[in-house]
């Protein structure tokens, strides 16, 4: 089979990998000369899109940094040939059970919590997806169960992809630049229970209106999760036991956001073969990944949290409520997307706005609250002389950090490593 990848970053070199171990004739394509440097395929393309790129090509496979949009995408749609995201290229030739877990906020907490819980039940358990490895990395290895974090991107070019259990866990405006409407978003989102039947599961969080509207009339087994209360037939908290369908568990520290993450894991790793007790000892030890609502330090009596994985409103107004009184730091490069949830948070007394959203941010904030900022430094630097005891400086982006950092996680470190300079260094 003539195979045709675009893009030649994480998922597509794995795609390429794979493609080439079955057998198939591989050609992998992007505008980077850079990017394709010693990758594993009979034929590369770089530089402008070619239409010709087409010919002969049974099914291509592409990338999720490539937006629908894009004229490849659009080239290959045209065409009629099969376009399959790597993760649908990689389910069909998987031959263990997978879960999968979408949201707008929380899935990689989801996946890793999961598939820690699978692991210490003894399972060789491994996280793909989303999450770093590629999926068609897991293919043909030992692997004896897998959770894949499924991003928006994965689930818009699926054909067949059916995982036994999966997650869909809050549904809030994203990436709008990249499907265009909200409506494409929620679509894709959908399409991780497109093919599950009724003896599949699927979680969602029963306090989140965009999870809820999106579940209605799918045909998998629906459990709901919160993080505040015990909803009928699913999991949560009820005094000091988090309640999973018909089990009791300790109930972890941290709060609902926290608390309604690790009951859909649990429902998920139980449905794929975790044990009570693996249970059990990953919802007394998780720790969310770095980035994620990370206490960088407290000094004077103010606490300096890092959470620049929120890089959309939806997050960073549910960090924001998680404090009595915040200092928010905020701003990027944004998505399309509404910022003005952003002003109206109660225990937000002051908004520091950095990067390109910044003007975006000062017609969404009361003018007495609203500061701009030039640099990340100079933000930290405006926070530590607002900040009083009692407060909570926040990196809470809402924004993509492209316009300033390579990655969130370039940014979120970048902020405690000043913070720290900062606060130590004015102890020295």
Not at 30 to 45: K, L, M, T, Y
Not at 266 to 272: D, K, T
Request: negative net charge; charged residues 20%; proline residues 5%.
């Amino acid at each position: 089979m003539k195979v045709l990848v675009l893009g030649a970053a994480v998922s597509g070199k794995a795609a390429a990998a794979l493609a080439r171990r079955l057998g198939h004739d591989v050609t992998v394509y992007d505008e980077s000369p850079e990017q394709v440097a010693g990758i594993d395929a009979d034929r590369v393309a770089t530089g402008e899109w070619d239409d010709g790129l087409l010919e002969g090509v049974e099914v291509v496979v592409t990338s999720p940094g490539i937006p629908e949009g894009a004229a490849p995408i659009r080239a290959v749609i045209e065409s009629g040939t099969p376009l399959w995201s790597e993760m649908e290229f990689a389910a069909r030739h998987l031959d263990i059970p997978y879960g999968a877990v979408t949201a707008t906020n929380g899935k990689t907490t989801v996946t890793q919590a999961a598939a820690q819980m699978l692991a210490v039940s003894g399972m060789h358990a491994v996280a793909a997806g989303n999450i770093g490895t590629a999926l068609s990395d897991v293919v043909g290895s030992d692997a004896e169960v897998a959770v894949v974090e499924a991003s928006s991107f994965q689930l818009r070019f699926i054909d067949e992809f059916r995982p036994d259990g999966a997650v869909l866990l809050n549904i809030a405006p994203d990436h709008l630049d990249w499907h265009a409407t909200f409506e494409g978003y929620v679509a894709a989102k959908r399409r991780i229970a497109e093919n599950q039947a009724a003896v599949d599961l699927l979680v969602y969080d029963a306090d989140d209106p965009g999870a809820s509207a999106a579940v209605e009339g799918l045909r998998p087994r629906l459990v709901p999760v919160s993080g505040g209360r015990l909803p009928v037939g699913g999991a949560g908290p009820q005094g000091d036991d988090l309640v999973v369908i018909d089990e009791r568990f300790p109930l972890p520290d941290g709060g609902p956001v926290h608390v309604v993450d690790m009951a859909a894991a649990a429902v998920l790793a139980r449905h794929l073969g975790a044990t009570r007790e693996g249970i059990e000892r990953v919802l007394e030890v998780f720790t969310p990944a770095r980035h994620r609502r990370t206490v960088v330090g407290t000094w004077d009596g103010v606490a300096w949290v890092n959470d620049s994985k929120a890089t959309n409103p939806h997050a960073a107004v549910a960090a924001a409520s998680a404090y009595p009184s915040v200092v928010l730091i905020a701003g990027g490069r944004n998505k399309g997307l509404d910022l003005s949830p952003l002003g109206a948070v109660p225990s937000v007394k002051a908004v520091i706005a950095i990067g390109e959203a910044a003007d975006e941010l000062a017609g969404s904030v009361a003018a007495g609250k609203f500061h701009r900022a030039p640099s990340l430094a100079a933000a930290i630097a405006l926070a530590d002389h607002l900040a009083r005891a009692g407060d909570t400086v926040l990196l809470a982006p809402a924004c993509a950090s492209f316009d300033m950092f390579s990655s969130y996680g370039e940014r979120g470190d970048a902020f405690t490593r000043l913070v720290t300079t900062r606060k130590e260094g004015s102890r020295g």
